[in-house]
């Protein structure tokens, strides 16, 4: 490539670009990462942005980029069916013949891909994408790079991943939407459900939870013999009393209070 910038020339852009928010950089080194692998491919870097992003901190090549690639290089495309139930690609190329590529909705779902929200509400641009990755893979890989869709990449780690916070819940979703060319704006952000004390609290709290509430009833109906009864037994609250003891002492207390004696029991 003509007039190639140095690495000290580029990490300027990308501190630029980064600061800029125009082009969904989210800091400076996946710009600059980007704009290295634009400059490796003959590409000037300012255009990496249109070709390339990141996807769980690995380089991706965006589905629009990857068959305008496949283009230059000599291969043909024509849509036969793009529906938001199928899409059939039918792909050309000099050195790889000629293919016809096939993704159904179900076909997806079969490949647990619909769960996120862009693939309800964009199927098409979702379908075509997809359509397009494993085309172009199977007929030119060449002009690839090794590259792989955002989507592709989304979908390798298969190991489990921690709890989402809400700010990567919202990246997953514009990172989703971006590889099918779906505005950002129009994306429908997932919102991570809300933790409540209750869902959280564990058996043993329930079980303090419960002794206690258990005890102020008891209280309640004479609280003077609920505190000698307490202290006859060494506690000067409920609160004091072990997990293990609870039972033994709320039998205790409600007898006293009650005034049930040993032969009544």
Not at 59 to 73: I, R, T, V, W, Y
Not at 95 to 119: H, I, P, Y
Not at 217 to 234: F, P, T
């Amino acid at each position: 490539m003509a007039n190639e910038l140095t690495l000290t020339d580029m990490g300027n852009m990308a501190k630029a670009f980064a600061q800029s928010g125009f082009f969904g950089y989210k800091n400076s080194s996946e710009a600059f990462t980007l704009m290295c692998l634009a400059q490796a491919n003959g590409l000037h870097p300012a255009k990496a942005a249109e070709r390339y992003h990141i996807i769980q901190g690995r380089p991706a090549m965006k589905a629009d980029a990857m068959l305008a690639a496949f283009q230059e290089s000599g291969g043909k495309v024509k849509w036969i069916k793009r529906t938001e139930k199928e899409c059939t690609l039918h792909l050309e190329h000099p050195q790889g013949g000629e293919l016809d590529v096939t993704w159904s909705f179900d076909r997806a779902s079969k490949a647990g891909l619909t769960g996120k929200s862009t693939w309800k509400q964009y199927p098409t641009q979702m379908l075509s994408a997809r359509c397009v990755s494993e085309g172009v893979r199977a007929l030119y890989p060449a002009c690839l790079c090794g590259m792989y869709t955002p989507e592709e990449v989304s979908d390798f780690d298969t190991k489990p991943r921690p709890q989402a916070t809400p700010c990567e819940v919202v990246e997953e979703a514009m990172e989703t939407a971006l590889q099918g060319g779906i505005p950002a704006e129009a994306v429908e952000v997932p919102v991570e459900p809300e933790t409540t004390a209750e869902a959280t609290e564990t058996a043993e709290d329930k079980d303090e939870k419960d002794f206690l509430a258990s005890m102020k009833k008891i209280a309640a109906k004479n609280r003077k013999v609920y505190v000698e009864a307490l202290g006859h037994l060494g506690y000067e609250s409920a609160k004091d009393v072990p997990a293990e003891r609870r039972q033994d002492t709320w039998q205790a207390v409600y007898d006293a209070v009650n005034g049930v004696t040993k032969e009544d029991a």
